[in-house]
Structures are given as structure tokens and as C-alpha cells.
């Protein structure tokens, strides 16, 4: 029986230090130029009304009172947010280290799986498997794996970060080194899918837009990104690692898919899939930086977890309740 994916196998336990160290730094780079930051209205509804979520960091994350989305505010805008990736020295140890150190296990436990769920995708919809844009290709892993499985005519990769674009040219990637709103497809995508990506950008609108501009009509939109309403995150609070300063928009199923559907989609499924939640809480506790007083918690995470941590998580993939979520979405013929 395969062992249950652990949040260690994927970030492993040795780069801790070596990756926080660099995170911080770039959090002050970030920081010095505070005095740029603009205010932004609520990322999925536009509405402006908030009450205060938590802070990290010094940043304030703000729910929309209308929709539930929690977002940061004020956040940096595009020209530093380019600066930012461009020089971060905590991706660059992702891409020499990290990455290589843990990609086995991803790509069998996380890209593996991707792979066949977007081709499981595509025969349910009817969709042709012409050309797939992946935005934020990273590491280039599943474009590999795509490929690897001989499906789609064409696979191409959107990567603005340029280390990581450089990593997916030297495996032979095709990569457009440029942010989607700047990027042009001949012909158009059959399906574009984005990974953990929609939660870093300043504008989604603008990003979901883009998508919706490289799509052919009938195409798939394949996104996955935090849920505000998962477990680790419901729990641990701004603790959670998915709180991330580079994190600017937390979404959850629904306010997801009204932000799609302003833009010509219709949401055609969501899923929160995730595997580490339970770990993920688990872990905070074991390390002292979380105190867990509910019994029944104690008892799936602590006392009993080799036979409930598992099922436990299972529930709460099942039951929309991981952080991790999924949503996909069709492009309608004509925008509403």
C-alpha cells in the first residue's frame, strides 16, 4: 500500500531553514517598498465592504463581507510584484534545491495525478486535445509528464519567473517567458490549466480574462488554488503555511466561480482533492507552534493518528472540505 503524501515529502524537512531564511529576506525586500502598495476592491465580487480576517506579517487581510473571499489589501501592484519574482532569492532555491530534492515524489504523488485528471477531464467534456497552456509552469514537471503520456499536439508553457522559464527550456519545454496577459497563442487553447497560481496575482479578473482570450470556444479553464474554507486553514489561521505573503487572494468554491462566470465561464465542477490538511495541522502541534485543546482533534491528530489521520482526510477531501481546491470551467460561445 502506498504511504499517505506528507508535507515533508514534498518540502523536505532538511531545506527548512536554508528556505525561511531566503523567504524573509525577500519578505523585506517586499516590504521596503511598502510605500507603493494600493488598495483594491475584492477580487471575485468587487465589492469594497470588509471586516479585518487576521494580519501576517504587518500585511492585513480583509474578508469581503459580500462574498467571503479574504484577500490582502493594500498589496503590492504589477511593477513590483515583477521586480519581486524576477529577484527572489527564495524561488531561485525552489528551482536548485528544493524542487530537484522532492521531485520524484511529486511527480509521481502530485503531477502523475494532474496529468490524468486534466485527460479525464477532456474525455468527459469532449474536449479536442489540441494545445494546453499551462500558466506558471515552474518547474516544468507536469508539461513533462503531458508530454511523457503523448497527449495534446501541442503543450506550451507560460512562465514569467526567469529562472524557472530556464529550467523549462532545458528540458526541451516550448515556454513563453511573459505574465498571460501578454502572452499570445496561434490559434488558440483547448484548455489552459494553472497551478497554485491565481492566489499570486494582483488582478484576477485580469488573469481569468486573459485565459478566457487565449481559449477557443467550448475550451476548458483548469485552476487549482486555496480554499479560505479548507481545513489546515479554518484551524491554524494565519499559521497556516498556505498564508503566504505572496498569497494575495483567497478564494473558496463559490466566490471562485462568480469571478469565472463575470467572465464568460461556466463552472462545470469543483473539487477540494487535498491531501495534507490533516499532516499539515499535525505537524504544527508536533513542533510547538500550534496548541490544539479540542478532544476530538487531538484524538484523529495526535492519539490515534495512524489509524484515523488517513480517513480523517479522506473525509475532508470528500466533503469540500480540504484547502486545497479545483475548480474547472467551459468558455461559453458568446460572454453573457
Known amino acids: 500500500m502506498t504511504p499517505p503524501l506528507s508535507e515533508h515529502a514534498i518540502r523536505p524537512k532538511d531545506t527548512a531553514a536554508e528556505q525561511q531564511r531566503r523567504y524573509l529576506a525577500d519578505l523585506d525586500r517586499l516590504l521596503a517598498r511598502r510605500g507603493e502598495f494600493v488598495a483594491v476592491a475584492c477580487p471575485a465580487c468587487g465589492a469594497q465592504e470588509t471586516t479585518r480576517a ?11 463581507t459580500g462574498c467571503g473571499t479574504v484577500y490582502i489589501t493594500p498589496r503590492p501592484p504589477p511593477a513590483v510584484l515583477a521586480d519581486y519574482y524576477t529577484h527572489s532569492l527564495n524561488y531561485a532555491y525552489w528551482n536548485e534545491v528544493i524542487f530537484p530534492a522532492s521531485e520524484a515524489v511529486r511527480r509521481e504523488r502530485i503531477f502523475k495525478p494532474r496529468v490524468e485528471r486534466v485527460l479525464e477531464l477532456c474525455a468527459r467534456y469532449q474536449v479536442e486535445q489540441g494545445t494546453l497552456v499551462e500558466v506558471g509552469a515552474g518547474f516544468g514537471t507536469f508539461l513533462e509528464e503531458l508530454g511523457r503520456a503523448q497527449r495534446f499536439t501541442r503543450r506550451i508553457g507560460i512562465e514569467p519567473t526567469p529562472p524557472l522559464a530556464a529550467t523549462c527550456r532545458q528540458r526541451g519545454l516550448t515556454v513563453i517567458e511573459a ?22 496575482i494582483f488582478h484576477p479578473a485580469d488573469f481569468v480574462a486573459a485565459c478566457a482570450r487565449l481559449l477557443v470556444p467550448g475550451g476548458l479553464l483548469v485552476l487549482t488554488c486555496p480554499n479560505i474554507l479548507g481545513f489546515d486553514i479554518t ?9 503566504d505573503f505572496e498569497h494575495l487572494n483567497y478564494f473558496h468554491p463559490r466566490s471562485l466561480a462568480l ?29 510547538g507552534s500550534f496548541a490544539l485543546e479540542d478532544p476530538f482533534l487531538r484524538r484523529v491528530l495526535l492519539d490515534e493518528w495512524a489509524a ?28 453573457r
Request: hydrophobic share 40%.
Open 179 to 200: 505574465p498571460i496577459e501578454q502572452a499570445a497563442i496561434d490559434g488558440g487553447a483547448n484548455v489552459v490549466a494553472s497551478f497554485e497560481v491565481i492566489e499570486h
Open 308 to 335: 484515523l489521520g488517513e480517513p480523517f482526510q479522506r473525509f475532508l477531501s470528500d466533503n469540500g472540505m480540504s484547502s486545497n481546491m479545483w475548480i474547472v470551467a467551459r468558455k461559453q460561445a458568446t460572454k
Open 54 to 64: 487576521f494580519e501576517k506579517h504587518t500585511l492585513a487581510y480583509e474578508r469581503c
Open 259 to 287: 469571478l469565472l462566470d463575470r467572465h464568460g465561464f461556466a463552472v462545470v465542477e469543483t473539487s477540494t482533492p487535498g491531501k495534507l490538511d490533516a499532516d499539515i495541522v499535525r505537524n504544527r502541534v508536533l513542533d
Open 235 to 243: 484551524v491554524l489561521g494565519p499559521g497556516s503555511p498556505a498564508i
